[in-house]
Each structure stands twice: as C-alpha cells, then as structure tokens.
C-alpha cells in the first residue's frame, strides 16, 4: 500500500534559516524536495568524495579478512592503538598507506621471482668472480644458452665454451670472447645480484607483505566500526549539503521558499511544532502534477517480495501498489518453473538456516526463500517430481491411493486433450491477467473518476461471463444472465471507454465506438499472447524434471556393472553433478521468467507506470 503523503511549503527568513534546518532535521519527517536540480557546493562535492573513500576503505577491509584472515601471517602485527585514539580519517589514511605498501611489496615479489627464475639455471654464483675471471683472461664472458640438441661442437674451440647446465631441453654455458661471439645461440643479460640475494630479497618481501596482511585483518575488527561511525556522519552531512541547496530564494534574498513531503499520519505531530516555532508554513494535498515521494506500507509478506518490484521500479504516488497482488503469483510461479520436490526442500532448508543464524540484513532474503522453497515443494509433490524421481511411475504401496491426483498425464490424465500442468498454466495466467485489467480499473477510477474505469471493468465483466457461458450447461438459466452482463459490457467497451471524448457531443460516440473497435483488436491478439506467455511456466517446470530424471539414469545405468564399492562412489559424483548443474539452471529460470511474466504481462494489464521516488526523511 503506497502511503498517503502531505505536501509542506515553507517560507523561511536568513535569520531563522539554521534554527530552522537544525529542528527539521529533528523532527525527521520530511523529504525536502530538489527545487535547484543539479545545484553543488564544494563542500558538497568534499563530502561525496569523503563519501566514497570511506566506503573503499570499509570494502577493502572487509575484503582483506575474507581473504587473509584465516592465513598464518608469517609476522604478527599487533592491533594497532590508533584505533582507538585516531580519527576515522587518520585510520582511512593508515589504510590507504598499507594498500600503497601491498602494491609496492607485490611489485618487489614479482621482480625478485623474475630474477630468481632468470639466474636458476646458472645456480649460485658471484659477480665479483665473474670480474676476475675476464681480467685474467682478457676475454669478456657471455652467458648464452640454445636449445640442447642446436649446440655445435666447434664453440668449445672458437669460444671456449663451457656447459653450465641443462634445464628444460636447454643448455647454458659461457663463451669467452672479446667481442660478441657470433653464434646461433641467446645472449643473456642477467641481473646484477646472486641467485641467494634475490632468494633472500623474496624472503624479505613476503614477511613484509604478511605483516602488511596480519595489519589490516586487526584493522578490519577493530577499525571498522569507527569507520561505518564515519561513513554515517559523512551521509548525514551530504543529505543536509544537499537539503541547504534545495531552496529557492526569495525578496532579494532575504527569504527562502523549501517544499517538502511528510506522512499525511505525522503531519498533525509536524504542525504542532511548526506553529510552536512560528514558522510559516502552508500545508496540504498533492497536486496530481506534483511528483510525490513514495513510501510503501505492507503485511509481512508482501513486504518480502518488495526487492523484486524495486528491480523494476518503485511505484508513483498515482499507481496501485502491486505488491500485494503480484507476491503469491510469484511464489507460485517460482514453484512451478522449479517443479521438483527435492530441489524445493533443499531451499527451504537453506531459508530456515538463513533466517535463524544470517544477519538482520539477510534474514529477510532467508525468510523469502523460506516461501520459495516451501512452495517448490507443494508444486513439486502436486506434479510427483522429487529430486528427478517421477513418483507416478513408482510401484511404491504408499503412493497408490494417491497417484491418480497427480498433476501429469500419468497421473490425473490430460485435460481437454492437453497436458493438465499446461492447462493449469494458462488457467493461473488468466487469473493473474484479470487481476491487472481490475488494478488497471481501479488506477483510474482513483485517479480520474468512476467514468474513466468503465471500459476496463466492461471488458472484464466480458470476458468472466464469457468463461461462464462455456462452463454452463445448455439450457441453464443463469446463461441469460451471463448474456445480459455481456450486453452491458459491450456497451461499456464500445459507447464508454473513453468519457472525455463527450465533450464533443456531436464526434464523442463516434471516438468511443472507434476506441471500443481499436480496443477489441488490442484485446484479441494481446490477451492470446499474454496467456501463451504463461505455458513456459509447465515448460520450464517439466524441462527441470527431465533433466533430473536423466541424471538419475546415467548414474544408474553407467555403474550397474562395476563392483560395488567404485559403483556408489561413481554413482555419487554422477548424482551430485547431475542434479547441481540442473539446480543451478532450475534457480536461474524460476527467477528470470516469473520476473518476466510480473513485469511484462501482468505490469502491463495492470497499467503500472513505475518511476516512483522513495520517501527518504531529512534526519541524522
């Protein structure tokens, strides 16, 4: 339920203006609306830019103890104090000096590991032996190396050559020359430092950066808190930058006009106050121009599924919400496109667990995939699919009585000719497609009047009775009736669907009968359209339910000739795999598609505009 809102328009002098914003924003009750869009401040744009560097410290710790944490630093770092005594910005700039530090030690691990590997083949030597060695000779020494099976006897004469080592189908050996030597082999410049230098610098290198590590993974615990403290001070003071560059000045600047937006509950609370400060102000109902902050109201329930319609849009201040009428489809639709008992419990499962030991920001999710899960199960045992089994096809004695109710061809049989879970789907789309052209309706009866949801509610009363008249016997009197409602509703779609056209008397009935016509062709292609959207719901579930099944005869029929203990171990990998994998696809399409089917068809019977803005108080 979208709450009803009252809008507040404030004349403030210069004098009072501080007063003013510091008891507003006391109170925390009202959305100040922008009235200078785009107005920035420099001390605006400090606080975003103090804004975003807490939020990549407070990530950045977090992520160096989820991975870090658990590793044996090689040096321990104490806790430091600082995080007690310094500020929150002296602890990001301690932050952002050991990620500068991280950075760096990697660099000088990476360039001692390119050394190390450089100098491996020649093994441990010192370059000082190397300088006396060609001062004795005359001769300058180069370090080549070719491929074993090139190496060509006559460098041993021309070039004195000397093997070294062979590593890797390479051969390394020194050639002593005075000039380059001139031979089909890889000169190689080697860094200036000993293999056991480089060793000792890699060393070195990585106690540093575990202690780099074991530092920020004691900043994480005990920094943070101090840095979330921060963060909230810095949007407390963005939202007042933003609510002092929101007003519009008046009489050369002497007075200031602020429009804001309150719970029509609390306004009486906001006037009291108002008056007691002597502050003037004019207070009253939304204009339907007005663009009004929107804050949702619902059960328990409902309110679960708001992260999905917030996915979409929040709904404006002049929709219905549709939150309580699309929460129980979706459930079912997720059930349905799941279609496996199995599947089903192990997501209610993972709901219990959330809900009882997540965080207060996941139980709610926990609490959803509570519904979800408990719904996959329902869905799954009505269809007699559980974890890819097909129980109608079981001889199990305690499924008899109850394998003719069953909704699958092998169950209950198929219905008109047709599968009942493809019935059963267009029958559930149906339902939720009426349910939209009744929302529909009521949109503009609320927005526009009673005569302006005439035509939505005729085609409705058209298409029930409709229904009605292919349900009833022949010769029933309740068909006249249902004909009689037909008659009504014709007229309702064809004289009526558009009331401001009888401004015009003379061209107001010839507009109607166009839009009835215009109407009724919409109608005719988009409600067939609509409805076979809904078949991808027993698609979708039955796909699940194969794939399972598959799986369960690979690993069945692949194992039943091996002995008995490599069989369950492979019969083990093949389940696990099979059914993860399907899982996986299963959970990806019982999300996308009932999102699919709520934000296309039912969205669109039900006229939801979306591109609300929610209500978001000026308070501390």
């Known amino acids: 339920m979208i709450q009803k809102m009252k809008k507040l328009t404030f004349l403030v002098t210069n004098k009072e203006y501080d007063t003013f914003i510091d008891g507003l924003r006391e109170q925390g009750v009202v959305h100040v609306q922008q009235l200078r869009q785009g107005a920035t401040s420099p001390e605006l744009q400090a606080a975003m830019e103090l804004k975003q560097r807490y939020q990549q410290n407070i990530s950045y710790l977090d992520y160096a103890q989820g991975t870090w944490g658990k590793e044996e630093a090689v040096v321990k770092h104490e806790t430091p104090a600082s995080c007690n005594t310094e500020t929150a910005e002296a602890i990001m700039a301690r932050v952002e000096e050991l990620q500068e530090e991280e950075v760096a030690i990697r ?42 099976k090139m190496v060509q006897k006559e460098w041993d004469d021309t070039y004195f050559a000397l093997p070294i080592n062979d590593f890797q189908k390479r051969t390394y050996f020194l050639a002593f020359s005075p000039e380059q030597p001139d031979i089909k082999a890889e000169l190689m410049e080697l860094p200036e430092a000993s293999l056991n230098d480089y060793i000792g610098q890699l060393k070195d290198a990585r106690e540093r950066l575990d202690c780099c590590h074991s530092e920020l993974c004691d900043m994480n615990e005990s920094c943070t808190p101090k840095l979330k403290e ?27 006009l602020m429009v804001g937006w309150t719970l029509a509950e609390r306004a009486d609370e906001l006037s009291r106050w108002l008056d007691e400060n002597h502050i003037f102000y004019e207070l009253e109902d939304p204009a ?58 192990l997501i209610l499962l993972a709901g ?35 974890f890819g089994i097909n129980l109608t096809e079981q001889d199990w004695a305690f499924l008899a009585p109850v394998k003719k109710y069953f909704l699958s061809d092998s169950g209950c049989g198929p219905i008109f000719g047709y599968s009942p879970m493809m019935v059963l789907s267009v029958i559930i789309g149906f339902i939720q497609v009426m349910i939209g052209m009744v929302l529909k309706g009521c949109k503009a009866w609320k927005n526009y009047g009673f005569g302006y949801a005439i035509g939505t509610f005729s085609w409705v009363v058209v298409l029930l009775c409709g ?8 010769g029933s009197p309740l068909r ?6 037909i008659g009504i509703g014709v007229l309702g779609i064809f004289l009526y669907n558009n009331p401001s056209a009888y401004k015009n008397p003379v061209l107001g009935p010839l507009m109607n009968i166009g839009g009835g016509l215009w109407g009724t062709y919409g109608m005719a292609t988009g409600l067939l359209g609509d409805l076979l959207s809904y078949i ?22 692949l194992t039943k000739d091996m002995p008995w203990a490599p069989r369950w171990i492979l019969f083990a990998v093949i389940l696990l795999f099979g059914h993860s994998l399907t899982f996986a696809l299963s959970m990806i399409s019982a999300f996308v598609h009932p999102m699919r089917l709520t934000f296309v068809e039912f969205f669109k019977n039900a006229d939801f505009s979306g591109g609300g803005k929610a209500y978001v108080p000026f308070k501390k």
């Open 107 to 148: 660099h000088d691990i990476d360039e001692a590991e390119k050394n190390i590997g450089r100098l491996e083949p020649w093994g441990n030597f010192n370059w000082s032996d190397i300088r006396r060695l060609e001062e004795a000779t005359g001769l300058k020494v180069w370090f080549c190396s070719c491929p074993t």
């Open 230 to 256: 921060g963060l909230q001070k810095t949007l407390s003071d963005i939202q007042l930058r933003e609510v002092q560059l929101s007003d519009e000045s008046l009489a050369e600047g002497a007075v200031r």
């Open 288 to 345: 339907f121009e007005d663009e009004v902050p929107v804050q949702l109201r619902n059960n328990g329930f409902s309110r679960l599924f708001e992260p999905i319609l917030k996915m979409y849009s929040l709904p404006n201040y002049h929709d219905i919400d549709p939150s309580n009428f699309f929460a129980p489809f979706f459930m079912l639709f997720f059930g349905l496109c799941m279609g496996d008992g199995g599947y089903g419990l």
């Open 352 to 386: 219990i667990y959330l809900t009882w030991r997540g965080s207060e920001s996941v139980k709610s999710y926990g609490k959803l995939a509570c519904w979800l899960g408990l719904m996959t199960v329902i869905c799954g045992l009505a269809t007699g699919t559980v």
């Open 467 to 474: 229904i009605g008249l292919l349900a009833l016997p022949d």
């Open 480 to 485: 006249y009736v249902l004909y009689a409602l």
């Open 536 to 557: 991808r719901l027993f698609a979708l579930g039955l796909t699940g339910g194969i794939l399972g099944f598959v799986f369960n005869s690979l690993a069945w029929d």
